[in-house]
């Protein structure tokens, strides 16, 4: 794991940062990232955000090499599971409202897969294109009929990337170190008239739509927004915010999540700059859900000890953000784990603690031997998978019986 340094906060540049949660990981051998963090907010404008980090450019290259969002089947942003398809035909009639104009130049940066690229598409936009690091997903988007896909980010920007009438950051800003450096950059690709559109994680209502502990505090999502901290970083950025709002869209099947976005254009020499009170609020909600985080997770290792994992061994099924706060948190981390599994095939090779990241079929190799479901975002679906394909071991889920 590299080590990380300190950062600003990513919204005023200040250094004012009260402590709010120590986080820890455990992670696949050799990934870049650090094994935990500080969240703070800042005593200036209100934000949170996580600190120690790497530099920027482990990032660029995490979203390059080891995107999650590469493969179709369990990626989110393409569109392949119904609930994620509808949600990014949502998005899509949004930006048709902030944007009518059929022929204005829609740049997605950050498109994973093209989901919301291929509903703009549909939506009658002729002139599209999708900017992502990850070589597979603008693969994806090319195969997308009239789409132009390009390989870059919002640091590297592709030379052939003109002028955009509209530039859309879906849940992108939550993942980004330098977040001043990337709403800085924009202005190169945004025509004086045109717009961004910006969507994250509301953090102000993590508590409302709590799946699993801490899960919103993990290794790719550092900066926590509220509604007035995202008006905020543009607003003093030299961008009119024109609009703003928060949604709530489905992150599985059968739970949603909370959204923020806003509306924001280049300021204009004729324009009065708007002015941002700083966020009084976010630290509050930050602190509430930190304390129902804990309630959670001290029910998960109650029920770690009832399936008595401490003596038995075991395979775990997901290898993500969940996982890895669980191992470090909670009974989970002294089981004896046969082997770890996840369906996207990006995981599989890997080592976790030494021990070895496998496809999901070499499960039937040792069909005595327990699958602790270590998603809980996704758990009900993993357990209809495993039933749906005959697998023959026991399963074991941490949130059953959780209210």
């Not at 992150?251 to 204009?268: L, M």
């Not at 700059?273 to 976010?282: A, G, H, I, Q, Y």
């Not at 095939?345 to 699958?371: D, F």
């Amino acid at each position: 794991m590299m080590r990380g340094e300190e950062r600003p906060c990513p919204v005023c540049g200040a250094h004012a940062a009260e402590v709010l949660h120590v986080r820890r990981f455990v992670l696949p051998d050799g990934h870049p990232f650090v094994a935990g963090y500080q969240v703070v907010t800042c005593g200036t404008c209100g934000a949170a955000y996580a600190t120690p980090l790497p530099p920027q450019e482990a990032y660029e290259a995490f979203y390059r090499d080891r995107s999650k969002y590469a493969d179709a089947a369990t990626g989110t942003g393409g569109g392949v599971q119904p609930w994620d398809d509808a949600r990014l035909a949502d998005t899509a009639r949004q930006l048709a409202e902030l944007v009518p104009d059929r022929t204005a130049h829609v740049m997605d940066v950050g498109c994973g897969a093209g989901g919301l690229l291929r509903h703009l598409r549909q939506l009658g936009y002729s002139r599209l294109t999708g900017i992502d690091p990850a070589p597979a997903c603008v693969a994806a988007v090319q195969a997308i009929d009239g789409v132009r896909g390009l390989v870059g980010s919002l640091f590297t920007l592709p030379a052939t990337a003109t002028p955009a009438d509209c530039v859309v950051l879906s849940h992108v800003l939550e993942h980004v170190r330098d977040v001043g450096a990337a709403v800085d950059g924009l202005r190169a690709v945004v025509h004086r008239d045109g717009c961004v559109y910006a969507e994250v994680p509301d953090a102000t209502r993590y508590a409302d739509f709590l799946v699993a502990p801490y899960l919103d505090f993990n290794t790719e999502h550092i900066n926590h927004f509220s509604v007035g901290t995202l008006r905020r970083l543009f607003a003093t950025r030299g961008w009119q915010v024109t609009a703003s709002g928060t949604k709530t869209i489905w992150s599985s099947p059968s739970t949603q999540y909370p959204c923020a976005w806003v509306a924001a254009r280049p300021r204009h020499a004729s324009d009065t700059p708007s002015t941002e009170e700083p966020d009084t609020t976010l630290r509050h909600a930050l602190q509430r859900y930190v304390k129902a985080s804990e309630t959670l997770l001290s029910a998960i290792s109650a029920n770690c000890d009832r399936a008595q994992l401490a003596i038995r061994e075991v395979f775990v099924w997901g290898t993500g953000q969940t996982t890895a706060i669980l191992l470090a948190e909670t009974p989970l981390g002294t089981t004896r784990v046969v082997a770890y599994t996840d369906s996207n095939p990006i995981y599989h090779g890997l080592t976790i603690a030494g021990v070895p990241v496998v496809p999901p079929e070499q499960l039937r190799e040792r069909p005595e031997v327990p699958v602790v479901i270590g998603s809980l975002l996704h758990g009900a679906e993993i357990v209809t998978a495993l039933t749906a394909r005959r697998f023959p071991n026991p399963i074991i889920r941490l949130d059953f019986s959780i209210p």
